[in-house]
């Protein structure tokens, strides 16, 4: 076992010394100094969910992110249920699960219960490669459409919320942003 761990660092050691892996600063590592190599899930994740959409379209990547969101928020709900705690419908909680549960970091700007909710990005990597790798044709946005509808439907007051794409990054936009009216 200690034999192993000190040939990895060996390794990694190597990496440093011919400058493909470089450290910018004490937690972030850089691969070939361009992309952090904590992104690589991201990067990889931007190429599948744009090849899903090109091949099956866009309801189907829309229904895709609402399936996992909905999914993510359940598995959320049943854990608390199990620890007894009781959650509480806050907007300040649901982007606390969305973060946490690895969907980018979001907030929201706008919300009427049983009638309206705006949400923006704040910070979402496959988002960004998505912008990178295909610019305008970016259809990646319409998964985390789907994703935080998921969300939304299950912690706001807003029963099968359908989010629609208000700004996004790959057409430009400052932020990707999405909002649901009744
Ligand atoms: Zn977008």
Same mark, same amino acid.
């Given at each position: 076992?200690? *034999? @192993? @761990?000190?040939?990895? &660092?060996?390794?990694?050691?190597?990496?440093?010394a011919k400058n493909i892996l470089v450290s910018t600063d004490k937690n972030y590592l850089i691969l070939f100094k361009n992309i952090s190599i904590s992104m690589y899930g991201a990067r990889a994740w931007a190429f599948t969910l744009q090849q899903i959409a090109l091949k099956k379209g866009e309801k189907y990547i829309f229904d895709?992110? %609402?399936?996992? !969101?909905?999914?993510?928020?359940?598995?959320?709900?049943?854990?608390? =249920? *199990?620890?007894?705690?009781?959650? &509480?419908? @806050? $907007? *300040? =909680? $649901?982007?606390? #699960?969305?973060?946490?549960?690895?969907?980018g970091i979001t907030e929201i700007t706008s919300y009427i219960p049983k009638k309206r909710v705006e949400l923006k990005i704040i910070k979402n990597p496959i988002l960004e490669f998505g912008k990178?790798? %295909? !610019?305008?044709?970016?259809? $990646?946005?319409?998964? %985390?459409?789907?994703?935080? &509808? !998921?969300? #939304?439907?299950?912690?706001?007051?807003?029963?099968?919320?359908k989010l629609? #794409?208000? @700004?996004? $990054? &790959?057409?430009?936009? *400052?932020n990707c942003s999405f909002y649901y009216e009744k």
């Amino acid at each position: 076992m200690v *034999k @192993e @761990e000190k040939e990895d &660092s060996s390794l990694f050691d190597e990496l440093m010394a011919k400058n493909i892996l470089v450290s910018t600063d004490k937690n972030y590592l850089i691969l070939f100094k361009n992309i952090s190599i904590s992104m690589y899930g991201a990067r990889a994740w931007a190429f599948t969910l744009q090849q899903i959409a090109l091949k099956k379209g866009e309801k189907y990547i829309f229904d895709l992110g %609402y399936l996992m !969101g909905k999914d993510s928020a359940e598995e959320v709900n049943e854990t608390f =249920k *199990k620890l007894g705690v009781f959650l &509480s419908k @806050e $907007i *300040k =909680k $649901i982007t606390s #699960i969305i973060e946490a549960t690895g969907f980018g970091i979001t907030e929201i700007t706008s919300y009427i219960p049983k009638k309206r909710v705006e949400l923006k990005i704040i910070k979402n990597p496959i988002l960004e490669f998505g912008k990178e790798l %295909y !610019g305008e044709k970016s259809d $990646i946005c319409l998964f %985390y459409a789907g994703v935080y &509808s !998921g969300f #939304i439907s299950n912690f706001l007051d807003l029963k099968d919320c359908k989010l629609a #794409i208000k @700004e996004c $990054i &790959s057409k430009g936009d *400052k932020n990707c942003s999405f909002y649901y009216e009744k």
